[in-house]
């Protein structure tokens, strides 16, 4: 690390992300333009140790399915969006999880690229898809199609719109149409109400509410 950092204060910047980088609960790894590992979290070691979907072959990044790990080495080599791309996976045992390539190529992202001479990042977390008990109370609360409540529990789960679309196996402007008629029917003027909507009817405060 100081080979590669000769300046202290940048040496302390790198240790510091690290630190950021090994608190993540999802699986993250950076990666040079050949998969080549350049930084793995904890959570990110877990998933390697367990060789089920991803494992370690001589220092690079493999996928155990031929085809999404072709799809992650093209990413790698092509000019990622700017929103990266989002891969579904399946293990072993049939948990399904999603794999989002992020490009480290400005603003914040490329001093992290930088840190580890990387230029992607690699998130992976495992999709439970769990439904609230009181997800038909939202469905009916706010007139919610089957496919809507499907869509806002993904989102609240996972977060963007390519980890929704990839672990629903539908388009992105699928997701998108969902979502935009969630923030009409709800109310809601970001991604991050629908945390807050769906937490809210999962509160015991909530069920009290509705027997008075």
């Given amino acids: 690390m ?13 240790a510091s992300l690290a630190d950021t980088l090994d608190g993540l609960d999802i699986g993250l790894y950076l990666l ?27 220092g690079r990044l493999t996928a ?6 072709r799809t992650l080495r093209l990413a790698l080599t092509s000019a ?39 230029v992607a990042a690699l998130f ?18 706010f007139k919610l199609t089957p496919a809507e409540l499907r869509v806002l529990l993904a989102i609240v789960e996972l977060g963007g719109v390519p980890e929704v679309a990839a672990a629903l196996g539908v388009a992105n402007t699928t997701v998108r149409t969902h979502v935009n ?16 909507l769906v937490a809210g009817y999962a509160t015991p405060l909530r069920d009290m509410g509705d027997v008075r």
């Fill in 2 to 14: 100081n080979a590669m950092f000769p300046v202290p204060q940048m040496s302390a910047e790198a």
């Fill in 32 to 58: 040079d333009t050949e998969a080549r590992l350049m930084h793995t979290n904890t959570a990110g070691q877990v998933i390697l140790d367990a060789h089920d979907i991803l494992y370690e072959t001589r």
């Fill in 64 to 69: 155990r399915d031929l085809i999404v790990d």
């Fill in 80 to 118: 990622l969006d700017a929103n990266g791309v989002a891969v579904p996976m399946i293990g072993i045992d049939g948990q399904r999880y999603v794999a989002h390539a992020l490009p480290l190529t400005s603003g914040p992202r490329r001093r992290a690229g930088a840190a580890y001479g990387a």
């Fill in 124 to 141: 992976v977390r495992k999709v439970a898809l769990t439904i609230p008990p009181r997800s038909e109370v939202i469905g009916k609360a």
């Fill in 181 to 196: 008629r969630l923030f009409e029917k709800t109310g809601a003027a970001r991604q991050a109400d629908f945390v807050k």
